[in-house]
């Protein structure tokens, strides 16, 4: 009864919300988009600077709490909607940056609030269960409607997690522990194994590298620490591991006048990888795995040909080491592919991959043979949330439907076109623009200038961010069009043109 009563309210809450969300919005026509009404708002509408006086009331209370130096502003989500965020000022903003490239089909989507309206879904968002050991009837349907529907090629097998980080962590255990059943073959673990893990020493504790890149990062948590080199504030005072770090190819551009001096930059990166397993092999530290992203995003979004993936793919394989993709940032669509790594062309991209983010929910994707030979080896309490993989299923309805990786690449096209044309008109503020779908870029001369104009444009109803030392990314949702993309870049040509 009590359950009826919840359910009828949250109902009737919710639809009193999608009322709201329709009210005072412009309908489309059925060529623009496949749903009756645009959700979106129309353009930006300042009130206040940003952050305005009630986010800085509110950071100054959170500040006495915890650490809040790094909140840019509060947000009123109730009010967010399509591509705009606005804050608790009443700023509406065209939000470019999406939570961190993290919000797949815009705030407020009309298929997600009709998804919270079904009664027979309220229990899944209620009661969280420990997955592990007391996972709900449906868990394996969900897995296959969600997760599964979008499984890269060759990765049957999926582990749930709450985040990136603990993806990788998680990962990172997954391929030391099939790298240690190829040592020891058909041979049992034996009582020395047992007892020097328990102390933290060999062989219990095999001395397993993973191999990582400069620029690169692949999260916070320790293991994950030892593969991100992106920024020192994040590593600063934490204890590391000695694992090995490549060089990534820092590429020139335009890319068709510099094809020589790429490819050299290119080959030299790879050449330093192989040097660098041989080298820990020589000192007793084998590297287990390897771990890329297709674009380096937090590192200042760094690409690489795809025949660059290619042969690092191909060294793996030589070496005997697994080949880790960490898609948390590329994966979902933003790049015109579901999965970033498929525009490599691989039969076989990779044995595991990494995701979250667009993803709703975090985890990994793996082979057969990476899959845990015991219970609790990869296990925590929640193992992720059904909740997410129930809206990441409607997510990927609405992918389908809207036809939204299509969007993405032409949608990208759009803005990398006008991002070029501000290049050419704007060469001391603007160079290497560079994208792939929407996942687009620019450097600016210094991380002054890059702060500056990221300013400018939230004052001017924009949310832009920053990566690596001087670049400023894009990660809108993939429901941005082209329309979206001239609103943006004729607001951008007003800030640069006007820019001391």
């Avoid at 890149?213 to 590391?240: E, N, V």
């Avoid at 190819?249 to 990166?269: G, H, T």
């Avoid at 992720?384 to 299509?406: H, Q």
């Avoid at 990566?467 to 870049?489: E, V, Y």
Wanted: hydrophobic share 35%; charged share 25%.
């Amino acid at each position: 009864m009590a359950s009826m009563l919840l359910s009828r309210q949250l109902t009737c809450c919710l639809q009193q919300n999608s009322r709201l969300l329709l009210f005072g919005h412009r309908y489309i026509s059925q060529a623009a988009a496949k749903i009756d009404v645009d959700f979106d708002y129309d353009g930006p509408l300042m009130k206040t600077e940003v952050p305005g006086p009630r986010s800085r009331e509110l950071m100054k209370q959170l500040n006495g709490i915890q650490n809040a130096e790094a909140v840019h502003f509060f947000c009123n989500y109730e009010e967010s909607r399509g591509n705009y965020l606005v804050d608790v000022d009443g700023n509406r903003m065209l939000d470019l940056y999406s939570q961190i490239s993290s919000i797949p089909i815009g705030y407020s989507h009309p298929s997600l609030i009709k998804l919270l309206q079904q009664p027979q879904n309220l229990s899944t968002f209620i009661n969280r269960p420990a997955l592990g050991i007391l996972p709900p009837e449906n868990f394996a349907d969900r897995l296959k409607e969600s997760l599964l529907s979008v499984a890269p090629k060759g990765l049957p097998q999926v582990m749930t997690m709450a985040c990136g980080s603990c993806s990788n962590e998680n990962a990172f255990k997954a391929i030391f522990m099939w790298y240690r059943k190829k040592e020891r073959g058909h041979n049992n673990v034996t009582k020395e194994e047992l007892e020097s893990c328990m102390i933290n020493q060999p062989p219990g504790c095999p001395d397993y590298a993973m191999l990582s890149f400069m620029g690169s990062f692949h999260g916070r948590t320790f293991g994950c620490l030892a593969t991100t080199h992106s920024k020192a504030i994040h590593k600063l005072d934490i204890p590391s591991l000695d694992w090995p770090i490549a060089p990534f190819p820092r590429l020139k551009y335009p890319l068709e006048d510099f094809v020589k001096e790429n490819q050299q930059e290119e080959a030299r990166c790879l050449e330093e990888v192989e040097d660098l397993i041989v080298k820990y092999r020589k000192k007793k530290k084998i590297v287990a795995g390897i771990i890329v992203e297709p674009i380096q995003s937090e590192g200042g979004d760094n690409h690489a040909s795809d025949d660059f993936f290619r042969k690092l793919r191909d060294i793996a394989r030589k070496h005997g080491c697994a080949f880790l993709v960490d898609e948390v940032q590329t994966g979902g669509g933003c790049t015109g592919k579901f999965w970033a790594h498929e525009h490599w062309g691989l039969d076989d991209p990779a044995d595991v991959l990494t995701f979250s983010k667009k993803m709703m929910t975090g985890g990994f994707f793996h082979k057969e043979e990476f899959r845990p030979n015991a219970p609790y080896r990869i296990f925590n309490t929640w193992l992720g949330d059904p909740s997410k993989n129930l809206m990441l299923a409607e997510v990927i309805k609405v992918i389908k439907r809207e036809d939204l990786l299509n969007n993405a690449t032409h949608a990208g096209k759009a803005l990398l076109t006008g991002l070029l044309d501000l290049q050419a008109r704007y060469p001391h503020l603007i160079s290497r623009v560079r994208g792939r779908g929407t996942f687009c870029s620019f450097d600016t001369p210094n991380d002054a200038t890059r702060n500056k104009l990221i300013t400018i444009a939230r004052n001017k109803g924009v949310v832009l961010g920053g990566c690596g030392d001087r670049s400023i990314r894009f990660r809108p949702t993939l429901i941005f069009k082209d329309h979206h993309a001239h609103l943006f870049l004729n607001i951008f040509s007003d800030i640069l043109a006007n820019f001391k």
